[in-house]
């Protein structure tokens, strides 16, 4: 008998490579010719004085349900859909993605010294009900030099992260201190994800 499987509505290889750890199935729902960009039916543009929690959840929630439209239209078969959001939390300012080299050094200036807060939202769809979890962290980095900001933006590697860094790679060295879920910085904390696989009825 095959096991269960679920679709993860994501492109990010830290989010599968997480998946795997905990032993889940999936299948990536991916983009077809003349589709935009990832999740390009979801709109992730912040809505007027809406709060960090607040967004960011209601974006995993959204790009779960337009996955789950995704395998409809499709016509594909019908496995829950697995989705997340991340975003940062700076002086009560969403911080997303960096839209440039430019961009990502001024985040990085930004946090350097000092305390942020790293949120991922998980939700699940199976069409009928919708269910997400969230995940805050408290994140504080050392202070960063010019140097330090110029060698790491210069390696490509802040530019598809929220917040300009990954925990997992080179920028792990600026971090003083966490208090939270490292996998949930991440981008996928596993306890959370656990909790709603559980509710879905996938086995772990």
């Given at each position: 008998m095959n096991p269960p499987r679920i679709y993860l509505a994501s492109k990010s290889p830290r989010r599968r490579e997480l998946l795997r750890q905990i032993g889940v199935h999936f299948d990536v729902l991916?983009?077809?010719?003349?589709?935009?960009?990832d999740d390009a039916d979801v709109d992730e543009s912040p809505l007027p004085d809406e709060d960090v929690e607040r967004y960011?959840?209601?974006i995993a929630l959204t790009k779960a349900q337009?996955?789950?439209?995704?395998?409809?239209?499709?016509k594909m078969l019908r496995q829950p859909v697995l989705s997340a959001d991340t975003t940062l939390e700076v002086d009560g300012e969403i911080v997303g993605k960096p839209a440039d080299a430019a961009d990502a050094h001024a985040i990085l200036r930004r946090l350097s010294g000092r305390s942020h807060r790293v949120l991922t939202a998980v939700a699940?769809?199976?069409?009928?009900?919708?269910?997400?979890?969230l995940s805050v962290s408290d994140v504080r980095f050392r202070t960063l030099s010019d140097q330090?900001?110029?060698?790491?933006?210069?390696n490509g590697e802040p530019m598809d992260k929220a917040?300009?860094?990954g925990i997992q790679g080179h920028a792990a060295i600026f971090i003083e201190e966490i208090r939270?879920?490292?996998?949930?910085?991440?981008g996928l904390p596993l306890f959370e994800t656990a909790q709603l696989l559980d509710a879905f009825g996938y086995p772990l």
């Open positions: 991916t983009f077809r010719a003349g589709e935009r960009g960011v959840e209601r337009a996955g789950v439209r995704r395998v409809l239209w499709r699940m769809s199976d069409g009928e009900r919708t269910r997400s979890r330090d900001i110029r060698h790491y933006v210069a917040g300009a860094y939270g879920s490292y996998s949930g910085i991440m």
